[in-house]
């Protein structure tokens, strides 16, 4: 089969993925999903696949996220306020099932994460076994500056970082690298970006076997191997950890403020979240406090059911289209945001992105 933003090949058990769409940073549109996602069916059932690779074409970007533009011109075209928009029902469902799939793959996926990979691109890719980072990786959920919140299963594995930190990466959309991400479990693997034909090679060289576990071990040991150079960048995650882990025990967006301008030194990555926090969402900081909450005893599959009504409600607001128009339409990163600040967004405001959509036989995800 032919596809129009994936290529894909199949060489000695291996089938490669390169998501194709470098102008756009490989960011997932609707069809890419849909193509993703024939093609994880395929190879799944494929005896003759063993192993995948995926990478992003060109070399800026793994992906940098889901097309969160086309989502904004559906929106202000079909504008039908109350109304669910069908091109975003699709989209999220399409997207977070893809998501899940990657998670449930029963075969070694061996993640070349080079460049930008960020929001709906970890969602793609953080399911895989074996995720590569270089000293050029840099991975971010930058949701709150568009009016939405950390997705794409980001409920979970936010959750599951050390106290705090999953709260602050949420709440700041603060930038790591492949240091930070590999402390945090977020990758598994560093090599250095000019090693990538080096790891292909030593897959193409790998004797695979029917035995899908010995498979993983081998993939993970080889890489292992290949992995002789340390990654020598600094973690500022792990600097900043004592302070980070303070944000364990916020109970809201207005405390979580509080701890975070009350440590203001001369410090570029502090300082960095802290600008972007205070020029997102208001609305998106008092829901990603909230989602975190509700989320963090959650199962991976109830987690993905609770985002699917979480985004839809956030494109009911206006906070969605107003932060995608002043970041990528318009580009004068100015949004107006509604509420403009945290102190006018009511409890019961909150409450209402999670009123369920849909009843538990009614929910998309019921067969998840």
Same mark, same amino acid.
């Given at each position: 089969?032919?596809?129009?933003?994936?290529?894909t090949t199949e060489k000695n058990g291996i089938g490669f993925l390169t998501l194709n769409s470098p102008k756009s940073l490989n960011s997932l549109s609707a069809q890419m999903i849909v193509e993703y996602r024939d093609i994880l069916s395929k190879w799944k059932s494929d005896p003759n696949i063993?192993?995948?690779?995926?990478?992003?074409?060109?070399?800026?970007?793994?992906?940098?996220?889901?097309?969160?533009?086309?989502?904004?011109? =559906?929106?202000?075209?079909?504008?039908?306020?109350?109304?669910? %928009?069908e091109p975003c029902v699709h989209f999220f469902t399409q997207e977070y099932?893809?998501?899940?799939?990657?998670?449930?793959?029963p075969k070694p996926i061996v993640v070349w994460a080079d460049g930008i990979t960020m929001g709906g691109g970890i969602g793609?890719? %953080?399911?895989?076994s074996n995720k590569v980072v270089t000293e050029h990786s840099v991975l971010a959920m930058p949701e709150i500056t568009i009016g939405l919140y950390p997705d794409v299963g980001a409920t979970y594995f936010l959750n599951n970082m050390p106290d705090g930190i999953g709260t602050y990466l949420g709440m700041t959309a603060n930038r790591i690298n492949a240091a930070d991400a590999l402390y945090l479990k977020m990758a598994d693997h560093f090599l250095p970006s000019d090693h990538k034909q080096k790891l292909i090679d030593m897959l193409l060289g790998l004797k695979w076997t029917t035995d899908i576990d010995q498979n993983k071990a081998l993939v993970t040991s080889s890489i292992n191997s290949l992995s002789k150079t340390q990654c020598s960048l600094h973690s500022?995650?792990?600097?900043?950890?004592?302070?980070?882990?303070?944000?364990?025990?916020?109970?809201?967006?207005?405390?979580?403020?509080?701890?975070?301008?009350?440590?203001?030194?001369?410090?570029?990555?502090?300082?960095?979240?802290? %600008?972007?926090?205070?020029?997102?969402?208001?609305a998106s900081a008092h829901i990603i406090m909230e989602q975190l909450k509700r989320g963090?005893?959650?199962?991976?599959?109830?987690?993905?059911k609770s985002e699917l009504n979480l985004s839809l409600?956030?494109?009911?607001?206006?906070?969605?289209?107003?932060?995608?128009?002043?970041?990528?339409?318009?580009? =004068?990163k100015n949004p107006r945001w509604k509420p403009v600040k945290l102190e006018q967004v009511s409890?019961?405001?909150?409450?209402?992105?999670?009123?369920?959509?849909?009843?538990?036989?009614?929910?998309?995800f019921k067969n998840l």
């Open positions: 089969m032919t596809y129009t933003f994936i290529e063993h192993c995948m690779h995926i990478q992003g074409a060109g070399t800026k970007a793994l992906c940098a996220g889901g097309d969160v533009r086309r989502m904004h011109d =559906d929106l202000v075209e079909h504008e039908k306020p109350g109304e669910l %928009n099932s893809l998501d899940y799939e990657v998670h449930m793959f793609a890719t %953080n399911g895989a500022k995650v792990q600097e900043h950890e004592d302070y980070l882990r303070k944000f364990k025990d916020v109970k809201d967006a207005f405390e979580f403020r509080e701890l975070l301008f009350s440590n203001r030194k001369n410090d570029d990555w502090l300082e960095t979240g802290l %600008n972007i926090f205070k020029t997102g969402s208001p963090s005893k959650l199962s991976l599959k109830d987690v993905f409600q956030c494109t009911l607001r206006p906070d969605f289209v107003e932060g995608v128009r002043a970041l990528l339409v318009d580009k =004068d409890k019961d405001l909150v409450d209402t992105y999670f009123e369920p959509l849909w009843s538990e036989d009614a929910h998309p």
